[in-house]
């Protein structure tokens, strides 16, 4: 899996948007991109993936750079049941990894009131 | 419903002793997965299995073992060889099908050993 850079912590506001960059410069053509979060003390839940075009679904949107060096993952109205740890990883998921990921240390997102 | 059930939630044994953390999915999932989780960082994988009667060694398998007889289960034993054992378990599984592979995961077996 490509390394991906993530900052340690971040706030956001209740009802505004919440963005969170990822940085992977030296993800390859056939990783895509996985967002995925953790609750404390719960066991990680799926958010998006892609692999070059921007996605949505009912939880959040993935914003993808061209160059597929950096995206962005897009909470379009937290609330505070979105304060949880975000993780970005990039993958081969469906090639000779099978679905193996590797978690970094992720982004603390913070949701105030 | 349909999901990974990890039991039990909680569990406390004493330094020198094996223990088998129990992971059931009703996904119909091909692939399974075990993690452990210390306090403040990312997931590590333990093990992983692709079929039945099939598994792989995962970044820290050392002091672990795992067996997977069904398709729907995959325990983790805990052997007194691992040196740190008290951590969070998760397991998880994935399905091919679609071609996504986003992995579902169980609610996890916190482990302390004294």
């Known amino acids: 899996d490509a390394k991906t850079t993530q900052p340690p912590s971040m706030d956001c506001a209740e009802g505004r948007a919440a963005n969170l960059p990822c940085n992977h410069s030296t993800i390859s053509g056939n990783e895509y991109v996985y967002w995925y979060r953790q609750i404390h003390s719960q066991g990680p839940q799926y958010i998006i993936h892609g692999l070059k075009n921007n996605e949505t679904n009912e939880m959040a949107s993935l914003i993808i750079t061209e160059d597929r060096k950096s995206s962005t993952l897009i909470l379009p109205h937290a609330t505070l049941r979105d304060t949880a740890v975000y993780y970005c990883?990039?993958?081969?998921?469906?090639?000779?990894?099978?679905?193996?990921?590797?978690f970094g240390q992720g982004t603390i997102l913070t949701v105030h009131p | 419903d349909g999901g990974i059930t990890q039991s039990p939630k909680y569990l406390f044994r004493k330094e020198g002793q094996n223990v088998t953390l129990s992971c059931e999915q009703n996904l119909n999932h091909d692939a399974m997965y075990w993690y452990r989780q210390d306090p403040g960082q990312g997931l590590r994988l333990i093990y992983y299995s692709q079929i039945v009667n099939d598994f792989q060694k995962g970044d820290i398998a050392e002091g672990y073992s795992v067996s997977r007889e069904k398709k729907e289960s995959f325990p983790l034993t805990v052997t007194s060889a691992q040196k740190n054992p008290t951590a969070f378990y998760l397991c998880a599984s994935t399905s091919s099908l679609g071609g996504t592979y986003e992995q579902y995961f169980g609610p996890g077996t916190r482990l302390t050993v004294t």
């Open positions: 990883i990039a993958s081969n998921a469906g090639g000779t990894s099978y679905g193996k990921l590797t």
